[in-house]
C-alpha cells in the first residue's frame, strides 16, 4: 500500500509552503486510495512549542486535510532512535566522536581557506571509541566511501550523488537526543512510508537518508522535491508577499478550498484549468505532473480565485460564515433578517467574506463615516431638497415595507421632476454610507424606519455643513 507523510517542525504557525506540501501529500495518497500519515517532528526542543503543535493541527483539520494516521510525535519515539542508533553502531555503521567544537571550527576554517568543501574529515571514524560518560561524545552515521548514491525524483529526474562528497554526518548529540537525518530515516521506515513529498530544500539531505536506510536494509521510498514558492520578485516568500500562516487565511475571510485550489496550482497543472473541485484535483493529481521550477506567490491571484468560490458556492453556507463572522464582532440582528438577499448581491462585488461582513455593517450599527468617493459625488447641495422631501414622507409613513418605500422614493421624483437617480442615489448614500447597496426600497425597509430616519437626517446636516 502507498503511504505518504507530511512532517512539520512545530516552530511556528504553519505556513502556505507547508501546506502545499501536505496537500500533494493528501492528493496523492487518496488518487491511489493510499494512506497519509501526519508526523510532528518535534526533536527541536528548545523551538519547538505546543501553541505551534496545536496551530498546525487547526490549519489541517480547516482545510479539510484529514489523515489516515497520526499525529504522531518524534519525541514520543526517542527510545526507538537509541535504539536504532545503538543497532548502528553495533553493526559498525556508526562510531562514537570527540572532536571538539574547537576543532570542528578550525578543521572548517582550514578546509575554506584552501577552497574546499567544509566537511568532517573522519578523525575518530576508525578508532573504536566507546561510550563516556566524562567525555562529551556524538555518534557519527560511518557513510560509504565508495561508489554512488542514486535516486528518481519524480519532480528533477535522476540524482546520482559520489559518496566522496558525503561527510559522516551527526546521527546522535553529545546529550543522546537524534538528530533530524535519523530520526527521519526511522520513523520512514518503522511507518511504511513509500513516498516521500517535500520541500527541495531537502534534496541534500536524501543522499544521506538512503545510506542510512540501506544500513538498516529497509526499503527506500520514492521521493519528489518540488520547488519552493516565491514572492512576486523571484525572491524566497514572506509576510512583505502577503503570504501569511494558514489560519490567518481563516481569519481574513478566505475559504478552505479555495485556498487549497490556489496552492494546488502553486506547482502542479492540469492543462489551463484554473478552478478545481476537491475530487477534480485528487482524479486529475500525478507526481509527473509536479512543476519543476518554482512557482510565485500572488495575492491578487488568491483574492481572484476565493471570489470565485464566493460566488459559485451554496448560499446558505457563505450566509452562514458572514453570520458567524458578525458573532464573532458581537453584533446584534434579528432572526429574521434577510441575510439570503444582501449577501447574495454583494458576494459577487468582494474577495473575501471579511470584505462582505464590512460591505453590510451598515445594516447592523452606525457607520462613522461616507464613502469618500460616493460623498463627494452624491452629497452635494443638489441633494438637500430630494432628501429633506423623502425625510418628511417617510416619517408619515404607518406602513414600512419595500412597497410602500418605493411609492415614496417615486412620489418625489415625480414632484421634483428629476430622474430616479437623482433622488435614489443621495437616499443610498445617506443610508448605506456608500453607493451600492440592493434596490434602495429593499434597504430602506431592511434598515428600518427609526435607523433610517436618523440617517436621511444626518446626511442633510453634513451636506448643509460642508457646503455651507
Same mark, same amino acid.
Given at each position: 500500500?502507498?503511504?505518504?507523510?507530511?512532517?512539520?517542525?512545530?516552530?511556528?504557525?504553519?505556513?502556505?509552503?507547508?501546506?502545499?506540501?501536505?496537500?500533494?501529500?493528501?492528493?496523492?495518497?487518496?488518487?491511489?486510495?493510499?494512506?497519509? *500519515?501526519?508526523?510532528?517532528?518535534?526533536?527541536?526542543?528548545?523551538?519547538?512549542?505546543?501553541?505551534?503543535?496545536?496551530?498546525?493541527? !487547526?490549519?489541517?483539520?480547516?482545510?479539510?486535510?484529514?489523515?489516515?494516521?497520526?499525529?504522531?510525535?518524534?519525541?514520543?519515539?526517542? #527510545?526507538? @532512535?537509541?535504539? *536504532?542508533?545503538?543497532?548502528?553502531?553495533?553493526?559498525?555503521?556508526?562510531?562514537?566522536? =570527540?572532536?571538539?567544537?574547537?576543532?570542528?571550527?578550525?578543521?572548517?576554517?582550514?578546509?575554506?581557506?584552501?577552497?574546499?568543501? /567544509?566537511?568532517? !574529515?573522519?578523525?575518530?571514524?576508525?578508532?573504536?571509541?566507546?561510550?563516556?560518560?566524562?567525555?562529551?561524545?556524538?555518534?557519527?552515521?560511518?557513510?560509504?566511501?565508495?561508489?554512488?548514491?542514486?535516486?528518481?525524483?519524480?519532480?528533477?529526474? =535522476?540524482?546520482?550523488?559520489?559518496?566522496?562528497?558525503?561527510?559522516?554526518? &551527526?546521527?546522535?548529540?553529545?546529550?543522546?537526543?537524534?538528530?533530524?537525518?535519523?530520526?527521519?530515516?526511522?520513523?520512514?521506515?518503522?511507518?511504511?512510508?513509500?513516498?516521500?513529498?517535500?520541500?527541495?530544500?531537502?534534496?541534500?539531505?536524501? /543522499?544521506?537518508?538512503?545510506?542510512?536506510?540501506?544500513?538498516? #536494509?529497509? /526499503?527506500?521510498?520514492?521521493?519528489?522535491?518540488?520547488?519552493?514558492?516565491?514572492?512576486?520578485?523571484?525572491?524566497?516568500?514572506?509576510?512583505?508577499?502577503?503570504?501569511?500562516?494558514?489560519?490567518?487565511?481563516?481569519?481574513?475571510? @478566505?475559504?478552505?478550498?479555495?485556498?487549497?485550489?490556489?496552492?494546488?496550482?502553486?506547482?502542479?497543472?492540469?492543462?489551463?484549468?484554473?478552478?478545481?473541485?476537491?475530487?477534480?484535483? &485528487?482524479?486529475?493529481?500525478?507526481?509527473?505532473?509536479?512543476?519543476?521550477?518554482?512557482?510565485?506567490?500572488?495575492?491578487?491571484?488568491?483574492?481572484? *480565485?476565493?471570489?470565485?468560490?464566493?460566488?459559485?458556492?451554496?448560499?446558505?453556507?457563505?450566509?452562514?460564515?458572514?453570520?458567524?463572522?458578525?458573532?464573532?464582532?458581537?453584533?446584534?440582528?434579528? !432572526?429574521?433578517?434577510?441575510?439570503?438577499?444582501?449577501?447574495?448581491?454583494?458576494?459577487?462585488?468582494?474577495?473575501?467574506?471579511?470584505?462582505?461582513?464590512?460591505?453590510?455593517?451598515?445594516?447592523?450599527?452606525?457607520?462613522?463615516?461616507?464613502?469618500?468617493?460616493?460623498?463627494?459625488?452624491?452629497?452635494?447641495?443638489? #441633494?438637500? =431638497?430630494?432628501?429633506?422631501?423623502?425625510?418628511?414622507?417617510?416619517?408619515?409613513?404607518?406602513?414600512?415595507?419595500?412597497?410602500?418605500?418605493?411609492?415614496?422614493?417615486?412620489?418625489?421624483?415625480?414632484?421634483? =421632476?428629476?430622474?430616479?437617480?437623482?433622488?435614489?442615489?443621495?437616499?443610498? %448614500?445617506? %443610508?448605506?454610507?456608500?453607493?451600492?447597496? /440592493?434596490?434602495?426600497?429593499?434597504?430602506?425597509?431592511?434598515?428600518?424606519?427609526?435607523?433610517?430616519?436618523?440617517?436621511?437626517?444626518?446626511?442633510?446636516?453634513? &451636506?448643509?455643513?460642508?457646503?455651507?
Amino acid at each position: 500500500m502507498i503511504k505518504t507523510r507530511f512532517a512539520p517542525s512545530p516552530t511556528g504557525v504553519l505556513h502556505v509552503g507547508g501546506a502545499r506540501t501536505a496537500l500533494f501529500c493528501w492528493l496523492y495518497s487518496k488518487k491511489v486510495d493510499g494512506r497519509f *500519515v501526519l508526523r510532528i517532528e518535534d526533536t527541536d526542543l528548545e523551538r519547538s512549542t505546543p501553541e505551534s503543535v496545536q496551530a498546525i493541527l !487547526d490549519a489541517m483539520q480547516w482545510l479539510g486535510l484529514d489523515y489516515d494516521e497520526g499525529p504522531y510525535y518524534q519525541t514520543q519515539r526517542f #527510545a526507538r @532512535y537509541i535504539e *536504532v542508533i545503538n543497532q548502528l553502531i553495533e553493526q559498525g555503521h556508526a562510531y562514537y566522536c =570527540e572532536c571538539s567544537r574547537e576543532r570542528l571550527d578550525d578543521l572548517r576554517e582550514q578546509q575554506m581557506a584552501a577552497k574546499q568543501k /567544509p566537511r568532517y !574529515d573522519g578523525c575518530c571514524r576508525e578508532l573504536g571509541l566507546q561510550a563516556d560518560s566524562d567525555k562529551p561524545m556524538v555518534v557519527r552515521f560511518k557513510n560509504p566511501q565508495q561508489g554512488v548514491v542514486s535516486f528518481h525524483d519524480h519532480v528533477k529526474g =535522476e540524482i546520482s550523488v559520489s559518496n566522496s562528497e558525503l561527510d559522516d554526518l &551527526i546521527i546522535a548529540r553529545s546529550d543522546g537526543s537524534p538528530t533530524y537525518n535519523l530520526s527521519v530515516v526511522v520513523d520512514d521506515m518503522d511507518m511504511d512510508i513509500t513516498h516521500v513529498l517535500r520541500g527541495d530544500d531537502h534534496v541534500n539531505n536524501t /543522499p544521506r537518508q538512503i545510506n542510512i536506510l540501506n544500513a538498516l #536494509a529497509a /526499503p527506500v521510498p520514492e521521493y519528489a522535491h518540488v520547488p519552493m514558492i516565491l514572492g512576486d520578485d523571484g525572491k524566497r516568500l514572506s509576510k512583505r508577499h502577503g503570504a501569511v500562516g494558514v489560519m490567518e487565511y481563516f481569519a481574513a475571510g @478566505y475559504l478552505p478550498e479555495a485556498l487549497l485550489n490556489y496552492l494546488v496550482r502553486l506547482g502542479w497543472s492540469h492543462g489551463d484549468q484554473e478552478i478545481f473541485t476537491l475530487q477534480e484535483m &485528487i482524479d486529475n493529481f500525478s507526481l509527473d505532473g509536479l512543476n519543476k521550477s518554482a512557482s510565485s506567490f500572488n495575492t491578487d491571484k488568491l483574492k481572484w *480565485v476565493n471570489q470565485q468560490y464566493l460566488m459559485s458556492s451554496p448560499l446558505d453556507r457563505i450566509v452562514q460564515l458572514v453570520r458567524q463572522r458578525l458573532d464573532l464582532l458581537e453584533l446584534v440582528y434579528d !432572526d429574521d433578517f434577510e441575510f439570503a438577499t444582501v449577501v447574495d448581491l454583494y458576494r459577487q462585488r468582494v474577495f473575501t467574506i471579511n470584505e462582505l461582513v464590512d460591505s453590510i455593517l451598515y445594516c447592523f450599527q452606525d457607520f462613522t463615516a461616507y464613502d469618500e468617493k460616493a460623498a463627494q459625488k452624491v452629497l452635494k447641495p443638489a #441633494a438637500l =431638497e430630494p432628501l429633506q422631501r423623502l425625510l418628511d414622507l417617510l416619517a408619515e409613513l404607518d406602513s414600512w415595507n419595500a412597497v410602500s418605500i418605493h411609492d415614496v422614493v417615486a412620489k418625489v421624483t415625480a414632484e421634483l =421632476e428629476v430622474g430616479m437617480g437623482k433622488v435614489g442615489q443621495p437616499l443610498r %448614500v445617506a %443610508v448605506t454610507g456608500g453607493s451600492f447597496s /440592493p434596490p434602495i426600497d429593499q434597504t430602506v425597509e431592511l434598515l428600518g424606519k427609526e435607523r433610517s430616519i436618523n440617517r436621511i437626517q444626518r446626511a442633510i446636516e453634513f &451636506i448643509s455643513t460642508n457646503h455651507a
